[in-house]
């Protein structure tokens, strides 16, 4: 079964790698053992061989490079063990073979390292008649991780950095024992002692922000999830309360239909819509009503409804006692009304069997910031827009 690793969302699909086969096996360099991968792609339709080399170690870099068979065609003018295959997948074939029929003999090994590159070479077992053992050389490029890598180092020198605190704070007691012919060494350990907590209150902070980043897809800070919260505390009944937020439905995981929504959203008191959009403007609503899905229009009240922009950090409240949702079975979520006053936005078209992977914004008198709403404010003044992500949660005050 082939495998996608997508590039990005907006990237068209013909431009991602798609695994076909690979192989992985071990190397080892001066006393250090590698993971070499090696992998047969397909991008635009177009084959691929890709190798990746990894110190079982090290973990803020890779190294790596592919090939196509322009690449190897050029390669082969110096390689000459190169010059006997006809396609990427011949040599691909090649090299997986090897390993079932001798992986010591005729397996890849790492010639040379150096700060930007790693040589792999092969040797032929074929050498009848021949001066020179047969062989080709492939460089790798060294390459720094990403992301989820980083958090395990900064974990790693969050650890390194507590054990160093309790050991200066060993020998800061042991110092404050002593006499004071020793004063001068207490100082300079009060000081690295600081320093070390300045510094793991740093790397514990970053930690933070990053694992929040990797479990939220559309807020980016707490700070955005206090925004709302203070909010939707200002709601009579709920001064004083603590907020939970339980997601209910994502677009990306659960459907992008109006009949994925209502059927994992109808009903839900207190939700919280978020939506953030390809030319990320995230924003979204509030309301106390369940939502629900009638044939017909369904406008209805919320007097404590309110929408907001976490792009710009913004609320826009209801005006006391006007439409403040829409319901219907071929929409997602509607605030607003659909009249002279308009609507501040809503998810869908109303087409049946439509996805809710557009969306359109308005303009409406009937939701107030601290000035009055200008069209299409909370889009960025777009009067359209394509969904990347759709969240609902659950408010539940405590």
């Keep these: 079964m082939s495998i996608t690793i997508p590039k990005s969302n907006e990237e068209e699909s013909n431009s991602q ?51 196509g068979w322009e690449d190897i065609k050029k390669l082969s003018k110096t390689e000459k063990l190169l010059r006997q295959y006809d396609s990427i997948e011949e040599l691909f074939s090649s090299i997986s073979d090897m390993f079932i029929i ?11 390292i150096n700060h ?15 001066r020179e053992r ?11 991780c990403d992301e989820s890598d980083t958090i395990e180092i900064l974990c790693t020198e969050t650890i390194k950095l507590k054990n160093k605190s309790l050991e200066s704070n060993k020998k800061f007691q042991i110092l404050i024992d002593t006499a004071n012919d020793l004063k001068r060494e207490n100082t300079e350990l009060k000081d690295e002692n600081k320093l070390l907590k ?36 200002q709601i009579p009944g709920n001064e004083g309360k603590k907020v939970r937020l339980e997601k209910k439905y994502s677009s990306s995981s659960n459907g992008p239909t109006p009949a994925d929504f209502h059927s994992m959203c109808d009903g839900i008191t207190n939700n919280l819509i978020l939506i953030k959009t390809i030319k990320n403007q995230r924003f979204g ?29 913004t609320i826009y409240n209801i005006v006391k006692d006007k439409d403040a949702v829409y319901h219907h079975t071929n929409y997602g979520p509607w605030f ?37 709403y200008k069209s299409y404010e909370i889009n960025g003044g777009d009067n359209t827009f394509r969904v990347l992500e759709f969240e609902v949660y659950q408010v539940i005050f405590e």
């Design 285 to 313: 609503g509030f309301t106390q009503l369940g939502w629900s899905k009638p044939q017909s229009a369904c406008f209805k009240k919320d007097n404590n409804c309110f929408c907001f922009s976490l792009t710009n950090k």
């Design 116 to 130: 930007s590159n790693l040589v792999l070479i092969r040797y032929s077992s074929d050498t009848v008649g021949l």
């Design 198 to 233: 300045k510094q793991l209150n740093k790397y514990e902070n970053a930690m933070e922000i990053i694992k929040f980043q990797l479990n939220n897809k559309i807020f980016e800070t707490p700070d955005e999830v206090k925004f709302i919260e203070k909010r939707l505390l």
């Design 134 to 144: 047969p062989k080709y050389q492939l460089i790798l490029k060294r390459k720094d």
């Design 17 to 67: 790698e798609v695994i076909i086969d690979k192989v992985v096996f071990k190397s080892i360099f001066e006393g250090e053992k590698y993971d070499i991968t090696v992998l047969l792609l397909k991008i635009s339709k177009l084959p691929y061989i890709k190798f990746i080399a990894k110190n079982e170690n090290v973990i803020n870099f890779i190294y790596t490079e592919k090939y």
């Design 336 to 372: 607003g009304n659909n009249g002279n006053n308009g609507y501040v936005f809503y998810v869908g078209n109303g087409n049946s069997g439509n996805t809710l992977n557009y969306g359109t914004c308005g303009s409406s008198n009937d939701f107030k910031g601290e000035n009055t």
């Design 102 to 112: 001798d992986e010591t003999k005729n397996g890849l090994s790492i010639k040379e």
